[in-house]
């Protein structure tokens, strides 16, 4: 289980507690980024994609995966990615398990409105989630998916031309305080806004999507999208 901790933060020297997300591993088990309190958190300044993910073994398993780095914005604007270590070992030496074949990736049924298949990409890491996920955006006719500059209050932003969109690979719900600041984001870069949850939503959540038409999307482990809400079955059906 996570345990919060407190951080302070080197420029205006006040103290949060922090708790690390968890994420769900191939196994089942949840994966939560162990904080390191013995090294003090880094001020982000520039961002670089690599920086932002970090590798950790499950405990369960001992499969090693790629997760979001943890990362604590503080009231003054200050950023700070928290620094995170192995976790312990629980006693005895995890096998390794042998590299099984790459699945082939999965081509739906090409769609009635004749736009391309795309093939699905199976869901193990966070990245997997945000390769499913810009694939899927492409497909729908949003072309150039990048990095979206302004990190999310959970998971990983996406940006393409007229469009926010913010891929959620954590085990919790949704809630509505992650649909609200997509929205207000995407209002302030005059876009329009998705969201991909990996874990659902909470009912506030969808509720309050459905009063800001957001369109919600929930990503099943074979990688492909499935509309929650009816602002969703609309961009599935119609497209950019």
């Known amino acids: 289980m996570s345990e919060s901790v407190p951080v302070r933060c080197p420029a205006c020297r006040r103290e949060r507690l922090y708790t690390a997300p968890s994420y769900p591993c191939a196994c089942g088990a949840p994966v939560t980024p162990v904080l390191d309190p013995r090294a003090a958190p880094a001020v982000v300044v520039h961002r670089a994609w690599d920086e932002q993910w970090v590798t950790q073994r499950c405990g369960a398993c001992g499969r090693q995966g790629q997760w979001p780095h943890p990362e604590l914005g503080c009231p003054c604007g200050t950023v700070l990615r928290l620094p995170v270590t192995e976790p312990p070992d629980p006693g005895r030496e995890p096998e390794t398990p042998a590299p099984a ?16 298949a795309f093939p699905s990409v199976a869901i193990r890491t966070a990245l997997d989630a945000v390769t499913a996920t810009a694939l899927y955006l492409r497909r729908l006719g949003y072309g150039e998916v990048r990095r979206a500059d302004q990190r999310p209050t959970a998971g990983i932003g996406l940006a393409a031309r007229g469009l926010l969109a913010q891929v959620d690979p954590s085990v919790r719900p949704a809630a509505l ?12 870069q005059s876009a329009d806004c998705v969201y991909f949850s990996l874990a659902g939503y909470a009912d506030e959540a969808r509720a309050g999507a459905d009063r800001l038409r957001v369109p919600l999307f929930l990503l099943d482990l074979t ?6 809400n009816a602002a969703a079955a609309a961009l599935d059906a119609g497209g950019a």
């Open 177 to 188: 305080r992650d649909v609200e600041c997509l929205w207000l984001t995407a209002m302030t």
């Open 223 to 228: 990688g492909i999208p499935r509309p929650v």
């Open 101 to 116: 074949p790459a699945p082939a990736p999965t081509v739906p049924p090409a769609p009635a409105d004749g736009r391309r």
